[in-house]
């Protein structure tokens, strides 16, 4: 089994993060360490969920009469297609886990999303 430690530092402390800064300066250090990952993730959620809880109104107050067709068609995209994104990402994460190492099967997650 392949096992792979390593020691990690985190990448600000409060106390180093608002030590006498700016604003800006503030921004320009989160920004420019790998928060924009975190940033863009945050997004891209914020964004689904908005679809989410919208959809269906906005659905059916643009298309009153077809409401059952909404709910048949999102029912399919939800469960077929999220279903069978999580079984292929998964069998595909742990493929590259076993050939490139524990570490980077994380990179699917991180690419699909």
Known sequence: MYVHRREYEPLLTLRTFFARRSTIQIAT???????ILYLATFFRFAAGLTLGIWGATYFKGSFPDSTASYALTNAVVVGGFGGSSAILGGQL???????????NRLLIPAIGR
Request: proline share 6%; no cysteine; aromatic share 6%.
């Open 29 to 35: 250090s989160i920004l420019s360490q790998n928060s």
């Open 93 to 103: 994460s742990t493929t590259v886990g076993k050939r490139y190492g524990p570490d």
